[in-house]
């Protein structure tokens, strides 16, 4: 049994930054990906930026690359999402996910078996 949960959401003005924080436990022999995913109003759950456990290798959303940083703590059990010049279109429930997603599809929330319970970040002006 694999459980993740997330930590760090808020309320932040365009322009700031903000870091999420990951964590897991259980058997990491059921995933090696741990990744970003967020869901705004009324939009699907879309792929922000994933990392492999075992190479570090990363992939990001076109939307987010050059601002955001997805990173893993020594234990590679532990994520971090760093969320620079924030804009108005990152406002959502951002989850963490562990999974063994089709290598094809890292960014694809369907590839993803475990789940955290999400957490609020709202942008403003």
């Known amino acids: 049994e694999v459980s993740v949960m997330e930590s760090g959401g808020g309320s932040v003005q365009a322009g700031d930054s903000l870091r999420l924080s990951c964590a897991t436990s259980?058997?990491?022999?059921?995933?090696?990906?741990l990744g970003w995913f967020r869901q705004a109003p009324g939009k699907e759950r879309e792929g922000v930026a994933v990392i492999h456990r075992g190479t570090g290798t990363t992939y990001y959303a076109d939307s987010v690359k050059g601002r955001f940083t997805i990173s893993q703590d020594n234990s590679r059990n532990t994520g971090v999402l760093l969320m620079n010049s924030v804009k108005l279109e990152d406002t959502a429930v951002y989850y963490c996910?562990?999974?063994?997603?089709?290598?094809?599809?890292?960014?694809?929330?369907?590839?993803?078996?475990?789940w955290g319970q999400g957490t609020q970040v709202t942008v403003s002006s």
């Open positions: 996910a562990a999974g063994h997603p089709n290598p094809q599809l890292v960014l694809d929330p369907q590839q993803f078996n475990y």
């Open positions: 259980g058997s990491t022999y059921h995933w090696m990906w």
